[in-house]
């Protein structure tokens, strides 16, 4: 109907203009994303900072969650890369099922996690009496038990977003690979992998952001206790309780920390990704 | 190639906007109680309606959702809610301006916390502590002194809890230094993780060994530790002000009077 009106260009400009209920309702969704983290900033007792952050429960609190997600996001790697090849190369019953299982704690409420883990692997689990009788092994209530509970629920970001990776390219090369007289292990390391680290880096950064803010499923499976599973997320509900801006400094912590990685990351590896 | 993904995760999205707005949507409908509560004289007895949402301790978790029938039986109009937690973290969810009608804290700090939201608080049972082992007592525990063997797997309540501050009172007068693995962020979870074995022992309330009597043993603390944990409850004001609704109150009146023989039964000690 506005066929006679300008150019080709003015056209262009106009069809990247949104139409005003898309605007409105982007605005309302960027508002809503927003506001809280504007809050938090806005509603922080700045003054008192440096004494929560040096603070021995938020010192302990930091330096445990970012060992024990840094951790997770290891172990994330080492079986979550492998799997993700299994799942996007090869052919057996039951792929389909596997791929659902696998993926199930990105959308599985994280205490569920927890009690699932408890039932695996509590002193009375599946595995778990197994492990204390032959190993002396406990893991609720240990460190390791958090980066057990971390790993769970963060290692299926990693393995989806590789996953997608790796069947959106098609095997050409690595046939090349193969057909040029390379082993299997070798066109894995130098074909599969190179070609597929920008995904691998940002499943990384999404595991361990995820590991990161990890809650349900840590005080589920591995308890509270100061210095050995109290991560940061815990340290903020439990203070929530009794100091309320103490709780928003730790909070402000996360944020940060988030943030940096987010922004760190992004310039480097997140433009390859959306150009592919 | 880069269509079939995007396609899908717009799809993704919208199935994403559909659920949260359905939540949003139920929950709204739900919400619509706070004008509900109001008293209207039918055959010159008052017959007191609407929705009375009960902020309780932890420990009241079983014999507050009695009450909450036998009150629902006698007053056919009104429906109770109880949401429990952790007395403290309850009370700063009212300090935060939580829809509570009704607080019962296992303290009288948490109750002291929610300052002129409550109106005239008043004790209406009291707890002893009792030491859960699961059933069976696996690792032997015999008395409070397991809780300073790090040998043991022992758990108490943070001490943001009131079963946790009360458990270092008793610990305190036995002279022991506690070792505990964990400390869950309120009573019913550190009963969760000794009913599924994985913890040796924690202190608990002696009714909350009660009501978990099937999973749950209990070994009793010494007379001389003991510690008398004291329940408070109060109507509370709404969250703008104002007076708490009559439906508040005839909860309240039911736990200070015919819900006595209730408590009773539950193990609580009643004035």
Redesign the interface.
Known sequence: MSASSGTAEGAGTRARRPPVAIAVLAAIGAVFLCLPIVALVVGAPWSRLVEVVTSPVVRDALVLSLGTSTVAAALSVVFGVPLAWVLARTEFVGRAVLRGVVALPIVLPPVVGGVALLAALGRRGVLGGFLESRFGVVLPFSTAGVVVAQTFVAMPFLVVTVEAALRTRRAGDEDAAVVLGASRWRTFREVTLPATAPAIVAGVVLAWARALGEFGATVTFAGNLQGRTQTLPLAIYLGLDVDAGAATVMSLVLVAVSLAVLIGLRSRWLPELVRR | ??DG?GARSCALLGLVVAVVVAAVAASCAGGGRGDAASTSASNGAPAVTGTVVVFAASSLTDVFTQIADEVERAHPGVDVQVNAG?S??L??QIVDGAPAAVFASADRAAMDRIGSRGVAPSAFATNELAIAVPTGNPAGVTDLAAFGDPAR?T?LC?S??PCGRYARQSLERAGITPV??????DVR?LLA?VA????DAGIVYVTDVRAASTTVDAVPVDGDDQVRAQYLIAPTRPPDGGRPTAAAIVFVDWVLGPGRPTLRAAGFGVP
Do not use: F, I, W
């Open positions: 190639m880069s993904p952790s403290s973290a009370a700063q797997r758990g943070a943001t809890a505990p693995v964990t400390e869950e962020p979870s993780k599924s074995g994985d913890l």
